[in-house]
């Protein structure tokens, strides 16, 4: 069974850089597919961040693509996001998810981490 | 303002059908596949439908899936309450280079 888990810290200062991991089990990142990052602001609705490939080849919500970078580390089975510069408009629950190369479906996702921006 | 348009709420009656539309332009659902997700109160989004009429497995039948020019469509019969939910439809917009969700429909089984 695939799961995936993000992790890291539930607050983040205003002009910091917003740092998460999304660790994968019961599949191999390094067998393909697509992984990515969506968040959801409170009482809001979905927003694609952006998506790696297992090669390492990256894709950007353009709207975001000046603050995000998105790596994978296959030896660890996982991949990262970091969002810069971060304000409260970036206040939201972070998922990862998987999208398999010939879907633009999202089949697997991780139960998502609350990231706080506050002073 | 999301780039795919869904009514923000529907509801109706147990036992009963309802559809949830989501309208795009030909940039997105036009020529790209739609998929849907379901988001239950205070858990991640769970794909009902991709490649817009196809159903992943343990995804019952009760819920279907159709798409026609630049509008989607998701269904939804033999309501129950725990379909209570917000619904998400998705799609890539080759303009924006983007993944693109619609602002999510708000079941509601009465």
């Known amino acids: 069974q695939v799961q995936l888990q993000e992790s890291g810290p539930g607050l983040v200062k205003p002009s910091e850089t917003l740092s998460l991991t999304c660790a994968v089990s019961?599949?191999?990142?390094?067998?393909?597919?697509?992984w990515g990052w969506i968040r959801q602001p409170p009482e809001k609705g979905l927003e694609w961040i952006g998506s790696?490939?297992?090669?390492?080849?990256?894709y950007y919500n353009p709207s975001l693509k000046s603050r995000v970078t998105i790596s994978v580390d296959t030896s660890k089975n996982q991949f990262s996001l970091k969002l810069s510069s971060v304000t409260a408009a970036d206040t939201a629950v972070y998922y990862c998810?998987?999208?398999?190369?010939?879907?633009?479906?999202?089949?697997?996702w991780g139960q998502g981490t609350l990231v706080t921006v506050s002073s | 303002q999301s780039v795919l348009t869904q009514p923000p709420s529907v509801s109706a009656a147990p036992g009963q059908k309802v559809t949830i539309s989501c309208s795009g332009s030909?940039?997105?659902?036009?020529?790209?596949?739609v998929s849907w997700y379901q988001q239950l109160p205070g858990t991640a989004p769970k794909l009902l439908i991709y490649?817009?009429?196809k159903r992943p497995s343990g995804i019952p039948d009760r819920f279907s899936g159709s798409k026609s020019g630049t509008s989607a469509t998701l269904g939804i019969s033999g309501l129950q309450t725990g379909d209570e939910a917000d619904y998400y439809c998705?799609?890539?917009?080759?303009?924006?280079?983007?993944?693109?969700f619609g602002g999510g429909t708000k079941l509601t089984v009465l």
């Open positions: 998705g799609t890539w917009d080759s303009s924006l280079s983007a993944v693109v």
């Open positions: 030909s940039s997105n659902i036009g020529n790209n596949y």
């Open positions: 790696i490939y297992h090669s390492g080849t990256t």
């Open positions: 019961g599949y191999s990142i390094s067998s393909g597919y697509y």
């Open positions: 998810a998987r999208r398999p190369q010939t879907s633009s479906s999202w089949d697997y």
């Open positions: 490649e817009n009429n």
